[in-house]
């Protein structure tokens, strides 16, 4: 679709919810996770270190974002590519970068597909430059 304005209710209210969390993200006041639902699965897709599904929420945060968060120096930050909705998915396109705690930059593009129930995300499926990811996961320590 190519404009806000062919989106139903529920699609625009599902990008609203997304880009405000990416937008939060961006300027360090909160994070596209706030909006994750309690018992959420999240999946990374590939063969990443990372790459499973996870439970839920705490098991995504605890395995991946603050492990992640720990090895930054400089917080990552989004740029939005594009986002797009069909009924209740919002399909996120994005660049992040930040510093890694050894000084050395880190940069990786994304796409998630987020599934969203009530203004919650219900079930993600992350896509990412896993060579990228792997080199910060096992160079820097948490």
Known sequence: MTSAESYDEIET???EVVRGGLDAWRNGTGSPYDALADDATWEIIGNSV??????????????????????????LKPTV????????????????????????????????????????????????DAIAFDDLWQRVSP
């Not at 499973?52 to 930054?72: G, Q, S, T």
């Not at 209740?88 to 970068?97: G, Q």
């Open 81 to 128: 590519r594009s986002l797009y909705a069909d009924g209740d998915t919002v399909v996120a396109f994005f660049d992040a970068e930040g510093t890694a705690r050894d000084g050395v930059p880190y940069r990786n593009t994304y796409a998630w597909f987020l599934t969203l129930r009530d203004g919650r995300i219900v079930k993600a499926s992350a896509f990412f």
């Open 50 to 75: 990372a790459a499973r599904v996870y439970a839920d929420k705490e098991d995504f945060l605890a395995n991946v974002i603050r492990p992640f968060n720990a090895r930054m120096s400089a917080p």
């Open 13 to 15: 209210r599902n990008l």
